[in-house]
Nanobody, 127 residues
């Protein structure tokens, strides 16, 4: 059974950067499409970014495009989310998720598609 553990969250000021990491165990990141989602209090879960299992295709939510970068290291079974130019509206709990797939270039944006989720890591951006 795949287990995911996020890390790297914290409290930062607006304009700062953070890198979130997601460690995958019980599976191989090379077999999965990976996604990052976030949820702020009182709001619906929001798609942030996703990467295909082949690693060549990525997708981003409109609110983070050009500021966030998703990447993966299959050798370490890790997925990362580099977040730059953080804004107070980026404050949320961030979750990584996996989708086992045979489709090398598939980059799912819909949360309900994903099979496994981490417990989340909190990111708080102060103004």
């Amino acid at each position: 059974q795949v287990q995911l553990v996020e890390s790297g969250g914290g409290l930062v000021q607006a304009g700062a950067s953070l890198r979130l990491a997601c460690k995958i165990s019980g599976g191989t990141s090379g077999d999965y499409a990976m996604g990052w989602f976030r949820q702020a209090p009182g709001k619906e879960r929001e798609f942030v970014a996703a990467i295909s299992w082949g690693g060549r295709r990525t997708e981003y939510g409109d609110s983070v495009k050009d500021r966030f970068t998703i990447s993966k290291d299959d050798g370490k079974n890790m997925v990362y989310l580099e977040m730059n130019s953080l804004k107070p509206e980026d404050t949320a709990a961030y979750y990584c998720a996996t989708k086992l797939t045979i489709f090398k270039s598939w980059v799912p944006r819909l949360g309900s598609v994903y099979d496994a989720w981490g417990q989340g890591t909190q990111v708080t951006v102060s103004s």
